[in-house]
């Protein structure tokens, strides 16, 4: 369900939690861990089937060349295990990664992460991290759909060119296949392209982090890389894995894989991928297939947009309406000619839509991106209510601040 209820009784709509993909407490997830706790719950130096057939069941939903799996407990596990694949398999160190990226929590990804390390108290970037520009084709330098994306992929190619005059080589290049905490931005087409081409050429390896927005999410794919076409040669899930459960992994080639492998150091993970967390995870892997939540998320994704953008026709504070399925960022601002944020208001439409027991959140950089991420059984209904609701409070905010 996309509900959360008070102490009362009283239900919430929830339109931000991508943990809970199939939904808060669905039952076949419930009573599929709840079976498996009462017949064997240990770490995984055991073998057992749900762990082997879990592993090849989500395996067959990546593309051919990414053929091993390596369990973790979380995204922060997983994109440190990734680079570690990628420092190991390249013998380099530098990494670059995207303006407003979010990889996680532990001091390297706080290093690599935009996102948290561009904050008070932040520290800056690590001396091996090279951030470029986010490709926002709304707030950044390239706003042509038909070009931006080689121009800003060659901002890597700036990066690489650097590295190498220094004698220096790549490790990697990592980002969100859909930039979720640097405002739900949309790469434009063409982008992931160049930018793999460059890293590899370089002799890197390409990291696609699709923690926030794998497992059918983005509606037109499984995948969120696969909007583009590309092929990652690392790849990390996590947080919608287990609906809620601890549970995240790291997809990889036989290649990388190897050479892990062959430099002596054993990797392993006393909780990852342990038994009952490879049968929650495949009960919510059942569940997407069998209730097509990947078709739901395309189809009521597209409806979501399209009445939110007759939002931006109504209201001077709505700058901009983007996403791709039900992964959607709404960028207020208080000059559609500036692009002057307006992240005072959008703080007041969470807190006034909070009020009306519907949750939403804040993203972007500068934050003023209000950002949609539900369950994936969220309903056209409740995307009437959130809409209905979204355009009494931008009346209200700018009839008082006369935007």
Same mark, same amino acid.
């Given at each position: 369900m996309q509900y959360l209820y008070e102490e009362n009784g009283t239900p919430v709509l929830d339109c931000i939690n991508n943990v809970c993909h199939v939904g808060h407490c669905h039952p076949e997830v419930v009573q599929a861990g709840q079976r498996q706790m009462g017949l064997l719950s240990t770490n995984n130096r055991y073998l057992h089937d749900a762990v082997l057939d879990y592993a090849e069941d989500l395996l067959s939903t990546f593309p051919s060349k990414l053929t091993r799996m390596f369990f973790v407990n979380s995204g922060t596990e997983a994109n440190e295990l990734a680079l570690w694949l990628a420092r190991i398999f390249t013998r380099q160190e530098d990494v670059i990664s995207l303006k407003g990226g979010y990889h996680g929590h532990s001091k390297l990804l706080v290093e690599v992460g935009s996102h948290k390390h561009d904050k008070p108290g932040g520290g800056g970037p690590g001396s091996f991290c090279h951030v470029v520009e986010c490709p926002d084709v709304y707030r950044g330098r390239f706003r042509d759909e038909d070009t931006a994306g080689v121009q800003y992929a060659s901002a890597v190619k700036e990066v690489i060119d650097e590295l190498q005059q220094k004698g220096k080589g790549l490790c990697a290049y990592l980002a969100e296949s859909v930039p979720s905490c640097g405002g739900q931005i949309v790469p434009p087409r063409g982008y992931f392209e160049n930018v793999y081409k460059h890293v590899r050429e370089a002799g890197g390896v390409c990291i696609a982090d699709e923690v926030q927005v794998g497992f059918g999410r983005v509606g037109s794919h499984f995948w969120g890389f696969e909007i583009q076409g590309v092929v990652p040669d690392i790849v990390t899930i996590g947080k919608p894995m287990g609906n809620g459960h601890p549970v995240a992994a790291v997809v990889t080639t036989e290649k990388i894989a190897q050479a892990f492998a062959s430099s002596g150091i054993s990797y392993f993970n006393t909780y990852g991928g342990n038994p009952v967390s490879a049968t929650i995870a495949q009960a919510v892997l059942d569940v997407i297939r069998r209730e097509d939540l990947q078709s739901h998320a395309l189809k009521l994704g597209k409806y979501l947009m399209g009445e939110l953008?007759? @939002?931006?026709?109504?209201?001077? $504070?709505?700058?901009?309406?983007? !996403?791709? !399925?039900?992964?959607? !960022?709404?960028?207020?601002?208080?000059?559609?000619?500036? @692009?002057?944020?307006?992240?005072?208001?959008?703080?007041?439409? *969470? =807190?006034?839509?909070? =009020?009306?027991?519907?949750?939403?959140?804040?993203?972007?950089?500068?934050?003023?991106? *209000?950002?949609?991420?539900?369950?994936?059984?969220?309903?056209?209904?409740?995307?009437?209510? $959130?809409?209905?609701? @979204?355009?009494?409070? $931008? =009346?209200? *905010?700018?009839? !008082?601040v006369g935007v």
């Amino acid at each position: 369900m996309q509900y959360l209820y008070e102490e009362n009784g009283t239900p919430v709509l929830d339109c931000i939690n991508n943990v809970c993909h199939v939904g808060h407490c669905h039952p076949e997830v419930v009573q599929a861990g709840q079976r498996q706790m009462g017949l064997l719950s240990t770490n995984n130096r055991y073998l057992h089937d749900a762990v082997l057939d879990y592993a090849e069941d989500l395996l067959s939903t990546f593309p051919s060349k990414l053929t091993r799996m390596f369990f973790v407990n979380s995204g922060t596990e997983a994109n440190e295990l990734a680079l570690w694949l990628a420092r190991i398999f390249t013998r380099q160190e530098d990494v670059i990664s995207l303006k407003g990226g979010y990889h996680g929590h532990s001091k390297l990804l706080v290093e690599v992460g935009s996102h948290k390390h561009d904050k008070p108290g932040g520290g800056g970037p690590g001396s091996f991290c090279h951030v470029v520009e986010c490709p926002d084709v709304y707030r950044g330098r390239f706003r042509d759909e038909d070009t931006a994306g080689v121009q800003y992929a060659s901002a890597v190619k700036e990066v690489i060119d650097e590295l190498q005059q220094k004698g220096k080589g790549l490790c990697a290049y990592l980002a969100e296949s859909v930039p979720s905490c640097g405002g739900q931005i949309v790469p434009p087409r063409g982008y992931f392209e160049n930018v793999y081409k460059h890293v590899r050429e370089a002799g890197g390896v390409c990291i696609a982090d699709e923690v926030q927005v794998g497992f059918g999410r983005v509606g037109s794919h499984f995948w969120g890389f696969e909007i583009q076409g590309v092929v990652p040669d690392i790849v990390t899930i996590g947080k919608p894995m287990g609906n809620g459960h601890p549970v995240a992994a790291v997809v990889t080639t036989e290649k990388i894989a190897q050479a892990f492998a062959s430099s002596g150091i054993s990797y392993f993970n006393t909780y990852g991928g342990n038994p009952v967390s490879a049968t929650i995870a495949q009960a919510v892997l059942d569940v997407i297939r069998r209730e097509d939540l990947q078709s739901h998320a395309l189809k009521l994704g597209k409806y979501l947009m399209g009445e939110l953008r007759k @939002l931006k026709e109504k209201h001077p $504070l709505v700058g901009d309406v983007r !996403g791709a !399925g039900l992964m959607v !960022g709404v960028e207020l601002v208080t000059d559609r000619e500036t @692009l002057e944020p307006a992240k005072k208001e959008a703080h007041e439409v *969470i =807190s006034e839509m909070k =009020s009306r027991r519907i949750l939403l959140s804040v993203e972007g950089p500068l934050e003023n991106v *209000i950002k949609f991420k539900p369950p994936m059984c969220f309903s056209e209904e409740n995307a009437d209510k $959130l809409v209905a609701t @979204l355009d009494e409070i $931008l =009346s209200n *905010i700018e009839g !008082g601040v006369g935007v």
